[in-house]
């Protein structure tokens, strides 16, 4: 069995790839072949955004409860709000958040030959900014998401497994008026939208272990898209009270993960591909133009970490994502073409921190994390302009077991940002300027296994 608390950590670098309406295409085809190859506990995997842990379940019990829930707190300033480019062009930038995520799963083994693994998301947000020109605040549940999967254990050398996620559209996808002004940063704070539509993700794979130490997992998945509301600019008055509706594209995606666990190394890596159909906008419950499609995605993962002893250990994780050119309305408006200029940025992170475990079984050590957006770019998925950025975070995180039912959590961090002066394509005009900020980010946060 290989170390499932770093596998969450891994597949915490995994989730933040691209978060901003991406979320149920990791979740299905990337997060739940790393956490099945790290042991099988899928489960626990994809509720990866809040601070799951590892359930021990003792030998008479065939069914484990598991509630998590988080508060974190985000308070930003930098010279420029968001979006960038709204008017006026100057004045400094201010916004805080407020997120709780909060997960139920249910993991159980009805018989030796079968696995049964299920959780529901959900959670709620509060954000607010108070740049000039740019105020707005919104209150709201974020989507909620239920997944299930069944593994079968009963083959010899191979383990199949299928997996669906079910995206509910419990949140606000339309922010009328100056509520529009509420949506942050992706790069800087945890949620940068705040819903979208129902989403059906089905999802099937195997496990094969290699030997005792190293088990490898080929997975294939595909996301179901269905339809949202969003806000738009009312032609005649200039205010944001039109609704428009927006169908993102269907998308498939395939993975392969290797985990690797022996005494006290762990080291986990995934590699997904994936394509998305055409994103289409319209009114009147027609989705008749502002047809696109997303590039195709790649998305490299990995992790590690080391146990020096039962008082010291250290661990890292880091992603890279990489898409392609979109295509985009030819000058016709009849068909699609690749797009001259690639609207969508190189996306590399890494997270590392280091642990002390006191005898009484309290957790504490140094965190830091490094983000980069090589270039300018479009983000589809909240239609708002992302540009190039270096963020820096350093801090330090804490955890107590209590009784071995109840896991306390927290960590602070401090975080910096800059922005390069650097205009992005034809579209993105005007220039955007060096740009400086930082922020705090406060976490904290308890799971309870029954």
Partial sequence: MLDLTFARDALKGVL????????????????????????????????ADVPVKSIVQSIDQLWNISYNTEVRYFSWQNTRGFPTNAVPLSGTGHGTQIYTPMSLSL????????????????????????TSGERGSVDT?????????????????????????????????????????????????DQGTYGEGWNFGPTAGVNIPLSQTLIFTLSGGYTRRNAFDKEALNL????????????????????????????????????SYSWDGISQ????????????????RTTISGSASYAFDQVWSIYSNGSWSHTEKNEIPDPSGL????????SNSNLYQVHAGLNYRFANGFTLGPTAGYLYRDHDGYDAATFSF???????????????????????????????????????????????????GDAWVVAGGATVNF
């Fill in 141 to 189: 549940p974020v989507d909620s998401q239920f997944s299930g999967t069944v593994t079968y254990n009963g083959f010899t050398g191979f383990q199949p497994f299928a997996a669906i996620l079910i995206n509910a559209p419990t949140g606000k996808s339309a922010l009328y008026g100056n509520s529009r002004f509420a949506r942050m940063d992706g790069d800087l704070v």
């Fill in 107 to 130: 993991i159980g083994n009805p018989n030796p030959n079968w696995k049964l693994e299920f959780v529901l998301l959900g959670g709620f947000v509060s954000s607010s900014q108070s």
């Fill in 281 to 296: 906008s319209g009114q009147f419950g027609m989705l008749d133009y502002g047809k696109y499609r997303v590039g195709p």
């Fill in 16 to 47: 933040k790839v691209g978060r901003r309406g991406y979320m149920m295409r990791r979740i299905i085809a990337g997060a739940a072949a790393v956490a099945i190859a790290c042991g099988g506990e899928a489960g626990q995997a994809l509720a």
């Fill in 386 to 436: 992302v540009p190039a950025k270096t963020r820096w975070a350093a801090g330090g995180s804490a955890n107590y077991n209590v009784a071995n039912k109840i896991n306390i959590n927290g960590r602070v961090e401090r975080v910096w940002i800059r922005e390069s002066e650097n205009p992005g394509p034809p579209a993105f005009a005007p220039l955007v300027p060096f740009m400086s």
């Fill in 236 to 271: 005649i008055t200039g205010l944001t009270t039109d609704t428009i509706s927006v169908k993102n594209g269907d998308e498939a995606t395939v993975t392969a993960a290797l985990g690797y666990s022996k005494g006290p190394l762990s080291l986990q890596g995934s590699g």
């Fill in 335 to 342: 068909a699609l073409i690749q797009e001259g200029f690639n």
